[in-house]
């Protein structure tokens, strides 16, 4: 705040009139003379403050560069025949919306787009050194958005409007918060009844 210094000087000065006829008697009146002396100076200062920033090494990746073929990795199964069973046994047909997947990675993905009676939406299948990753399975969603790289074993995904971080612990992929979906993905095959379509005797 503006610092204001205020003096006050007063100075009393006896005047002695002398009048001519009265010789030896002596009046005097006090004049008061004050001078206000005022020094302001404005000493405030902006405060600064400095906060460290660090940089984010984090990469977002909508689309990747250099992803190798999907069909020669585990899921070609799959890939090959054009459909992918879900848990109840049923398959649907899918097909690669985006292929980030890279058999030297400890951890990549692919999304699926699926359309069928049984489920429809979006799944994140993710592989490691060319592994299906079959738990946690994957969770059919409304859409995956956002696949975020923070290390070569973790990645997020929105799934379905839930932010879920994927990483790899003690050699096994870990899901926080478990995803929530209309549907799983069998990637394993246990109730799988065969390509639509066909017969079984």
Partial sequence: MPTRARFSLALTLPLALALGACAGQESS???????TVTQGSDTSAPATSSAASEASETTTASSCTGAKDI??????RWA?????PLESG???????????????AELSWAI???TGEGASGQALLLMRHGDMVAVPAPSVVD?????TRF????I????GGTDVTFSVEHGEVTANPAPQGSATLDLQGKNYRGPRGAEHH
Avoid: Q
């Fill in 151 to 154: 290390s070569p074993s973790e």
């Fill in 90 to 104: 049923e398959a649907v047909p899918f097909k690669v919306s985006a292929n980030c997947y890279d058999p030297s």
């Fill in 80 to 84: 090959r025949l054009g459909e992918v």
């Fill in 71 to 76: 069909n020669e990795s585990a899921f070609g």
């Fill in 112 to 114: 699926l787009t699926i």
């Fill in 29 to 35: 009146e006090p004049t008061t003379v004050t001078a």
């Fill in 143 to 147: 859409n995956v958005d956002d696949v």
């Fill in 156 to 159: 997020r995904a929105n799934l």
